[in-house]
T-cell receptor
Framework: QQQVKQSPQSLIVQKGGISIINCAYE??????FPWYQQFPGKGPALLIA?????SEKKEGRFTISFNKSAKQFSLHIMDSQPGDSATYFC????????????FGTGTRLTVIP | SQTIHQWPATLVQPVGSPLSLECTVE??????LYWYRQAAGRGLQLLFY??????ISSEVPQNLSASRPQDRQFILSSKKLLLSDSGFYLC???????????FGPGTRLTVT
């Protein structure tokens, strides 16, 4: 059972456009929601993260929007650049236990010039 | 600062051969350690995690095994590789009480 559902599977955006990736979860015990960025042949890198006590977090061109009642969160990439082309994974974390981070299935973003 | 190393970076092995992948973490003590596998174009599959030396939890039954002989060393092994073992193997660590996991550079394994 997929704990975190991510969509779309792939996304093509024009340079300068907004990229939006969505994730949804069911377990209300999740209390931390990170996003990872993975370039081909590299390990995923932590990009930005949010806790459910805020509805939005912005770091540069990257923004997480969080809707606690809908159990959904999304990543917005403003002014998308070709260098943003990568696979993005959302995740949700439980506060307890070592096996506590559950990943979405990933979105392959391609930003075309 | 903390760093995580994996080696080798790439590996080509014949079916039936043994496997040993190594992961080490520097700059932290008593981390939680994780092994993931990523098939081409796919998501992350958690294989094993460890909360301490000699403590291994398996998430997926398979012909792979893991060991943690030292606090900051995590090893993934197999006695006989299968074609289906091909993939990108990622090691990750997290502080003992923390939400994030930090990934290593990965090992690309091709079983021929």
């Amino acid at each position: 059972q997929q704990q975190v559902k991510q969509s779309p599977q792939s996304l093509i955006v024009q340079k300068g456009g907004i990229s939006i990736i969505n994730c949804a979860y069911e377990n209300t015990a999740f209390d931390y929601f990170p996003w990872y960025q993975q370039f081909p042949g590299k390990g995923p890198a932590l990009l930005i993260a949010i806790r459910p006590d805020v509805s939005e977090k912005k770091e540069g061109r990257f923004t997480i929007s969080f809707n606690k009642s809908a159990k959904q969160f999304s990543l917005h990439i403003m002014d998308s650049q070709p260098g943003d082309s990568a696979t993005y994974f959302c995740a949700a974390s439980l506060q307890t236990g070592a096996n506590n981070l559950f990943f979405g299935t990933g979105t392959r973003l391609t930003v075309i010039p | 600062s903390q760093t995580i190393h994996q080696w080798p970076a790439t590996l080509v092995q014949p079916v039936g051969s043994p496997l040993s992948l190594e992961c080490t973490v520097e700059g932290t003590s008593n981390p939680n350690l994780y092994w993931y596998r990523q098939a081409a174009g796919r998501g992350l599959q958690l294989l094993f995690y460890s909360v301490g030396i000699g403590q291994i939890s398996s998430e997926v039954p398979q012909n792979l095994s893991a060991s943690r002989p030292q606090d900051r060393q995590f090893i993934l092994s197999s006695k006989k590789l299968l074609l289906s073992d091909s993939g990108f193997y990622l090691c990750a660590w997290s502080p003992i009480v923390q939400d994030e996991q930090y990934f290593g550079p990965g090992t690309r394994l091709t079983v021929t």
